[in-house]
């Protein structure tokens, strides 16, 4: 069993037919990045469940019965009368997505430690606010601790939001100090600058200086998500891998990175390399085939206006 620890929240996205000089028509979409790594997982078949707080509000039963449709466990989630967090959605020219977010009193932030995972939880992935907002980023980070010194795989992706962050350098050393806890780190360039504290046009030759001393710090391997350039990997062996994009017209990149999350670890799941173990000794063909499997998902939902992950047969039909 896959558990998806962290946020779920409403995307309120704008319309795309708002006239001229006019404020779009915002358009409710169920996201969060934890959220969207559990629907796109359960989707590709992946025995997964889902870790949270979720809101007995209007939103949080829709939630709920999303999950239940993408093949998501809710056993681990809890309830609670707090309202939903909201992220309101910008889209830039090129579908790229902004954000501001409404998170004070939401259910999500009040999550609780759940104690130990069942003893068939192989992995446990985190990210996103979820690891930014008290109380509840301190109950995700005891989780994180324990399960690793249990064995279990666990997965990062910062995925950072920089206005929650008040304090960036106190972040950093936080994050820091997670890196001898996690088994895969999944990081965007531009997120990778601001954990190094580097310009926003630094290279990205010099992004995978600081990702060798991160992996030097503990985990296994780093899936860097390189925009429209695509993925690449730095390997358990020191090597650097790159996979090309899968062209295709993009709607919005809503939900693209949390997609690129899911499919990694549903892949890691269908061949069997589900322990930090495997993934520090997976061969680059391997490697390669994992990120294409991976891109190729990312790419499918970025046909979609929302984070819409594919389904096992959609991936099938698209990668054909």
Not at 59 to 79: C, K, P
Not at 189 to 206: K, N
Request: hydrophobic content about 45%; aromatic content about 6%.
């Amino acid at each position: 069993m896959i558990v998806v620890a962290g946020e779920a929240l409403v995307d309120l996205v704008p319309s795309p037919s708002a006239a001229a000089g006019r404020l779009a028509d915002l358009m409710p979409r169920l996201g969060g990045g934890p959220y969207n790594v559990a629907i796109a997982a359960g989707r590709l078949d992946a025995p997964t469940a889902f870790l949270s707080r979720v809101s007995t509000d209007l939103y949080g039963e829709a939630m709920i019965d999303r999950l239940h449709d993408s093949n998501v466990a809710t056993d681990l989630v809890q309830r609670g009368p707090e309202p939903t967090t909201l992220a309101v959605v910008g889209i830039g020219p090129d579908g790229s997505a902004r954000y501001s977010f409404y998170v004070e009193g939401t259910a999500d932030r009040l999550v609780t430690d759940p104690g130990p995972l069942a003893d068939d939880v192989t992995a446990v992935s985190f990210g996103t606010l979820s690891l930014v907002l008290e109380p509840g980023a301190s109950a995700y980070e005891e989780v994180l601790r324990r399960e690793a010194a249990r064995g279990a795989l666990t997965v990062l992706d910062p995925n950072i939001r920089a206005v929650l962050i008040p304090d960036p350098a106190a972040y950093r050393e936080r994050f820091a100090a997670w890196l001898p806890h996690v088994g895969l780190l999944k990081v965007s360039v531009e997120d990778a600058r601001w954990l190094a504290d580097l310009p926003e046009d630094a290279s990205e030759d010099a992004v995978l200086e600081v990702a060798r001393t991160w992996r030097e710090a503990g985990p296994a391997a780093i899936v860097l998500t390189r925009g429209g350039d695509g993925l690449a990997v730095l390997t358990g062996a020191g090597e650097v891998l790159r996979v090309p994009p899968r062209e295709v017209s993009v709607v919005d990149t809503i939900g693209a990175g949390d997609t690129v999350q899911g499919a990694l670890i549903a892949w890691l799941h269908q061949h069997d390399a589900l322990t930090t173990a495997a993934v520090a000794e997976l061969a680059p063909e391997r490697w390669v085939e994992a990120l294409t499997y991976a891109g190729t998902a990312a790419a499918f939902t970025c046909t979609r206006a929302g984070a819409e992950p594919p389904y096992t047969q959609e991936l099938k039909d698209f990668m054909e």
